[in-house]
């Protein structure tokens, strides 16, 4: 029974424990070395090994009080018997002991399973035998319960019930194959009786070959192993269901975070239940912390840029105002500070956005109104901005980045052109779009192209005032892990295209 | 021609008011926010010069009040930053053109005279369709009053349409309006512009006839002045 319900119980949780990890597997990263084993794989385990005890114990304690209630009917019959045995017995003058032949018809054959015998005990030693049923044949006595004869004889009249060997060898009809040799195993009654007329008290005693009630509780006993290893592993189902759907809100968590991240949403939700709506509250709270700090720091950045430009205006135009060599030196210098406030103004954006992220910009609105500004600026010139860019196409970053990154380009564009523009935006995969920007202008040699390319700040150096611009651009567009190419447009001008990470639609 | 100059900073206001009254100009001041729209709003300046970083209320929405209440003057904004979220904000208030600082004198003054030049000799022939109404000269449209950002080719399809309301206008015509070169025709570059036109004007303006064309018309109970 014991060994049945221990094999039942390790078979089922293994299973789920290995479903439990393919499917954590499936949804997580490359496990790390050391990983906590999984809620679900914890709950479940738990809750088989516990449910696996329990109805372990259930078990063995039904198949005991099964067995206890069997062997007390079946003790009960023998007890009659003893009875019928006692009330049928008859003394004649001589003192001569004559036994009734009982009903059950088993006694009359040799080695039945059904046995009666009728002893007197011997002064201390071994019993002897008055009378015994034919079945029993030339076995010898049964043996006396435990405490022998005086026990027997200390509680006259009361019946004694255990277990004995019979005469029978085991492996008769209702024997179990594969027993063991032997003797049959039989149930014992046995009571002391004293007779008028006989000077000695009789010991009755009545066998019953006790295999076919071993065979019963066996079978109870394997049919309540299978019945409860059938329930343990209905319960260990049912709480994988339970924990799958009761855990569902931690898993939901688990992909708000992950669109949090990608920028598909800026918060997570608040419908969770009570145990989790701290966590998706401090979660909240966090994002919207990192994007202040962000937000702080831009603002600084911008404010020093602001403190500083308005006085370099100062001192450029009082230059400007005292011609000489001090107001030329003046001149100079606040074009190089001017330079390199620029510089650390697009280096310090360009941190500022690594340490961010999360945000999505939809690229169409945000090229029209570059346009519609871009075309204002350059109204003199009579620039026409052709711009496209399909409705659902997102830009996985902050919407400041992309205005700076589109708008330099394409401001680039309208200085060199002649008066046309055109901008297309298309998505390349799921997670890169393109932004391309032609002109009619002039275009740009190959070899000057490299040139433009080249990392750094260089190139505002090396062309000043007339530069392209672009290394802000390419600046930023390598914070986003994304690239900068030059080429020649469909008007023979140039074309500058803009690998970007694309937002999630 | 006079023009108010509004900036915070006092060394550069009265650069700012030296050089202009140098170049001619009347020149009148306003150091923070707030007087600067009062200003704005009640006298009939040529060109306003409007630095966005300003104590009280910021440039924007001293310029977007402005706009609010028809102030039609030409401003160009001054600004510290720089960056493209703020060179959009301030032609979405209504700028009509910008300088980043640090600048020149020199700089400020030509595109100064630019603007005043633009804005001169207004009063033009304007073709209207129903609430749609196109100036031409400033190559502005609105309807009902309500200025539409338009880019110049949303703007040339429209007066092209609007030079031809109630006429059907295939779309080879249209395309060929917009573009000079064969390339640039793809099939479905009309169908893309009146689009976006239709979410400007309304999509009950344009109307659609199948294997022909387009059609500019005036919705019903509206009446056409043309």
Not at chain 1, 92 to 109: C, H, K, N, Q, S
Not at chain 1, 207 to 230: H, K, M, Q
Not at chain 1, 355 to 381: H, M, N, S, Y
Request: glycine share 8%.
């Amino acid at each position: 029974m014991t060994e049945l319900k221990a094999t039942g119980v390790s078979a089922s949780p293994f299973l789920g424990r290995r479903a439990a990890r393919a499917k954590s597997a499936a949804a997580a990263p490359p496990p790390k070395p050391r990983r906590q084993p999984s809620l679900v794989r914890r709950l479940v385990v738990l809750h088989a090994v516990l449910s696996a005890i329990v109805l372990a114990i259930g078990g063995v304690t039904l198949s005991a009080f099964f067995a206890e209630r069997s062997t007390a009917a079946f003790d009960e019959r023998l007890g009659d018997d003893v009875l019928d045995l006692v009330r049928g017995t008859s003394v004649d003058e001589t003192g001569e002991v004559a036994a009734p032949t009982l009903t059950d018809a088993r006694t009359g054959y040799a080695y039945s399973g059904k046995y009666w015998e009728l002893v007197t005990p011997g002064e201390g030693g071994p019993v002897h035998a008055i009378d015994r049923s034919r079945s029993m044949w030339d076995a010898p006595d049964f043996a006396l319960p435990a405490g022998g004869a005086p026990a027997l004889a200390s509680r006259a009249g009361k019946t004694f019930y255990y277990d004995g060997m019979g005469p029978a060898p085991s492996g008769g009809a209702s024997a179990q194959p594969g027993a063991p040799a032997g003797k049959e195993h039989v149930r014992i009654a046995a009571e002391l009786v004293h007779i008028a007329g006989v000077k000695d008290p009789i010991i009755f005693m009545v066998a019953e070959d006790r295999s076919p009630i071993d065979a019963n509780i066996r079978t109870f006993a394997v049919s309540v192993a299978i019945a409860l290893a059938a329930l343990l592993a209905m319960l260990i189902g049912g709480v994988m269901l339970q924990v799958r759907f009761g855990l569902r809100p931690l898993f939901r968590l688990q992909r708000e975070v992950a669109s949090v991240r990608t920028g598909k949403t800026d918060r997570v939700g608040d419908d969770y239940p009570a145990e989790l709506e701290p966590l998706a509250s401090e979660l909240n709270a966090l994002v919207a912390h990192n994007q202040e700090v962000v937000e702080r720091q831009r603002t600084h950045v911008g404010n020093l840029a602001h403190a500083l430009k308005t006085p370099l205006t100062v001192m450029d135009a009082e230059a400007q105002a005292r011609p000489g060599p001090l107001g030329d030196v003046v001149r100079r210098q606040v074009d190089v500070m001017r330079e390199q406030v620029d510089h650390h103004l697009r280096r310090a954006r360009a941190s500022a956005r690594q340490q961010g992220g999360g945000d999505r910009t939809e690229v169409a609105p945000l090229l029209e109104e570059l346009a519609l500004t871009l075309e204002r600026i350059f109204q003199d010139k009579g620039v026409e901005i052709d711009w496209r860019a399909p409705d659902d196409l997102f830009f996985h970053g902050e919407r400041q980045d992309l205005l700076e990154l589109a708008g330099n380009v394409m401001e680039n564009a309208c200085k060199w052109c002649k008066a046309r523009v055109r901008v297309t935006a298309e998505a390349l995969d799921a997670t890169r779009f393109s932004l391309t920007v032609e002109d009619d202008g002039p275009g740009l040699a190959a070899k000057d192209r490299a040139e433009v390319l080249q990392r750094g700040a260089r190139l505002d150096e090396t062309a000043p005032g007339s530069g392209l611009g672009l290394s802000i651009v390419d600046e930023l567009a390598r914070a986003y892990g994304g690239a900068l190419a030059l080429s020649d447009s469909h008007w023979g001008g140039l074309m500058t295209t803009l690998t970007l990470p694309r937002g999630e639609a | 021609m006079r023009i108010l100059v509004v900036e915070d900073d006092p060394d550069l206001a009265r650069q700012l008011k030296a050089a202009l009254g140098d170049a001619g100009y009347a020149v009148d001041h306003a150091p923070d926010g707030e007087e600067a729209h009062f200003l704005g709003d009640t006298e009939p300046y040529d060109a306003i010069v409007l630095d966005l970083g300003l104590p009280k209320m910021d440039g924007v929405s001293v310029l977007e009040r402005w706009r609010r209440a028809s102030v039609a003057t030409p401003v160009l904004i001054l600004t510290a930053r720089g960056a493209w979220s703020e060179k959009v904000a301030g032609f979405d208030a209504g700028a009509d053109d910008y300088l980043t600082k640090p600048f020149h004198t020199e700089e400020l003054l030509a595109r100064l005279r630019a603007l005043l030049r633009r804005s001169a000799g207004h009063a033009s022939p304007s073709l209207e369709c129903g609430a749609l109404r196109l100036d031409p000269r400033a190559a502005r449209a609105t309807v009902n009053g309500e200025p539409l950002r338009l880019t110049s080719l949303e703007y040339r399809l429209l007066h092209y349409l609007m030079m031809h309301q109630g006429r059907v206008i295939s779309r080879t015509e249209l395309v060929e309006h917009l573009y000079d070169q064969d390339f640039d025709r793809d099939s479905n570059t009309i169908e893309v512009f009146i689009g976006r036109l239709r979410k400007k004007v309304g999509p009950d303006r344009i109307e659609t006839v199948r294997g022909l064309g387009y059609r500019l018309v005036a919705l019903e109970g509206e009446a056409t002045t043309t």
